[in-house]
């Protein structure tokens, strides 16, 4: 009877085990579908995210990504309303569906740099992204921009970028803030199709490097209804970029929106068919520019440029080519530009300057720039003792409808 009681009471026990086992299962699974959300959400809230803006969630949207760009068909990751402290974001693809990053609440970069091994927010070989929301994304610059020593040498180490998209196609950014990046905000490398619509970047004046959005060796880039105001180029167009249009964009504080600067590297690509129309500069230190070094070590051409009612608000050089550009006297002025500038219209711009020399263009004498158009420009120096200027210093091509003392080709 003993024996028949043990092999029962043994029974019971491993029933009682195998019992809490397909319990536990069960339960993690429920557990992981909450998780998940419904309609294939992933709510870092639910995968360990703290909104207390000092709890490190980094741990959390990690995994909200692996498990987003892992599922098939349409994924979300969902940041609610909060605040959440993260460091380094490494979002590699390429993901099994397609993955929109919902921007609800706002992501704080860390200020401890050891946590960076270069950008902030990283996104890479993705097709068909969205991030949009009315969310934040702040950078925390102010605390590390004190290191930046970008200003005195070229081998300087870069601060984190805060938004990267790497070789991403087919992508789309909209609703969200940039605000206060330790480098420049938005940064666009080796992309096709990527738009960005209504948003707004943010970053005092006198901030270091802090370029609102960024592109190189990238093509059919859209930006649109977009409010930029930082303390380098509101738009920034680089090397090996092609199929541009920038429209409705208010730019200032800011350097203005510019092409290049060009010819700094070995090996960069032309920039063509770059359009910019319908924008307003308000208190910038340039306007509309394009900018290339006199020591450029590269041999390229900028072409195909064309810029219409642009809107100039108290703007110091509203118009300017610069081939001699030479930021902080770090570079070598010999004359040796290799950057070809041609084929560029400027039609309708007006409004103010807040210096005599409206237009300024200052090309290469060894390779001129040509076939610049301007067609009714009528910005005036807001000064009372100066007249308004402009200066053309081997520049080619045609001037209608101006004022007179701006038809200077």
């Not at 890479?124 to 950078?139: A, F, Q």
């Not at 609102?212 to 167009?237: A, F, W």
């Not at 200032?252 to 600067?261: L, M, N």
């Not at 420009?377 to 045609?398: D, H, L, P, S």
């Amino acid at each position: 009877m003993a024996s028949r009681n043990d092999s029962v009471i043994r029974a019971l026990v491993l029933l009682t085990v195998v019992g809490a086992a397909f319990a536990g299962k069960a339960a993690k699974k429920e557990e992981d579908k909450e998780a998940a959300g419904p309609g294939g959400t992933f709510d870092i809230t639910k995968l360990g995210a703290s909104g207390n803006g000092k709890t490190d969630s980094t741990k959390a949207v990690t995994e909200a990504w692996a498990s987003a760009c892992g599922a098939t068909g349409s994924s979300t990751i969902l940041i609610p309303k909060g605040d959440y402290l993260v460091g380094a974001l490494n979002f590699n693809g390429p993901c099994k569906g397609s993955v929109t990053i919902q921007l609800d609440g706002n992501l704080l970069a860390s200020t401890d740099l050891s946590q960076f091994k270069s950008n902030w927010i990283e996104i890479m070989r993705v097709e068909n992204l969205v991030i949009s929301g009315k969310g934040t994304l702040d950078g925390q610059g102010a605390a590390v921009w004190g290191k930046n020593s970008c200003a005195k040498k070229y081998d300087c180490k870069i601060l984190p970028n805060t938004l990267v998209l790497d070789f991403c196609d087919n992508c789309r950014v909209s609703g969200i803030t940039l605000l206060n990046a330790k480098f420049f905000h938005m940064n666009i490398f080796m992309c096709k199709g990527v738009t960005v619509e209504d948003v707004t970047v943010s970053a005092p004046g006198d901030s270091p490097n802090t370029d609102g959005i960024h592109m190189g060796d990238s093509s059919d880039v859209t930006i649109k209804g977009t409010t930029i105001g930082v303390g380098d180029d509101c738009i920034s167009i680089g090397p090996g970029t092609t199929k541009v249009n920038i429209t409705d964009v208010t730019c200032g504080p800011g350097h203005g929106i510019s092409i290049g600067s060009l010819g700094r590297y070995k090996d960069e690509k032309d920039v063509t068919d770059i359009n910019v129309k319908d924008c307003t500069l308000k208190k910038t230190t340039n306007g509309v520019r394009i900018k290339s070094y006199e020591d450029a070590a590269s041999v390229l051409t900028a072409s195909k440029i064309h810029y219409e009612n642009i809107q100039m608000d108290d703007v110091a050089n509203p118009i300017i080519i610069d081939m001699k550009y030479c930021p902080n006297k770090i570079c070598t002025s010999n004359g040796g530009s290799k950057v070809t500038v041609k084929d560029v219209t400027f039609k309708n711009i007006t409004g103010s300057s807040s210096t005599p020399e409206a237009i300024s263009l200052l090309c290469s004498d060894k390779i001129p720039c040509t076939g610049v158009t301007m067609a009714d420009v009528k910005v005036e120096y807001k000064g009372t003792n100066n007249k308004t200027m402009a200066v053309c210093t081997n520049a080619k091509g045609t001037a209608t409808g101006t004022l007179k003392e701006l038809a200077c080709l």
